[in-house]
């Protein structure tokens, strides 16, 4: 068994995502959540019409989001459609997968 499927999140993670995918927003809001080292904060979580679970919203990522819908305004993402794709980087020395957005449209 993975170790991933031992303790599932809640959320999605860019490794979840086995390339380009096409959504359609349904809302943002915000939630309490638990930050390493910080503790309990409040971050924004994006869901879509095709997914159970919600996206956390980083400021690159709801900068990415914003810039595909040219709006800035959350209120207005609701029904827009937008790629989400994963993007390997490394922080601290440590390999992850990231989650990106572009446009629906926009190839890579």
Partial sequence: MKVKDMFPSKFVKGDDLKGPTVVTIARVVAEEMYKPGVGQVTGYVLYT??????????????????????TEETEEWSGKRITLYPHPLTVAGVPRVAIRARAAGDKA
Wanted: hydrophobic letters at 45%.
């Fill in 49 to 70: 019409q095709e997914g159970k679970k919600g996206i956390v919203l980083s400021r690159v990522l709801a900068g990415q989001i914003a810039q595909a819908l040219k």
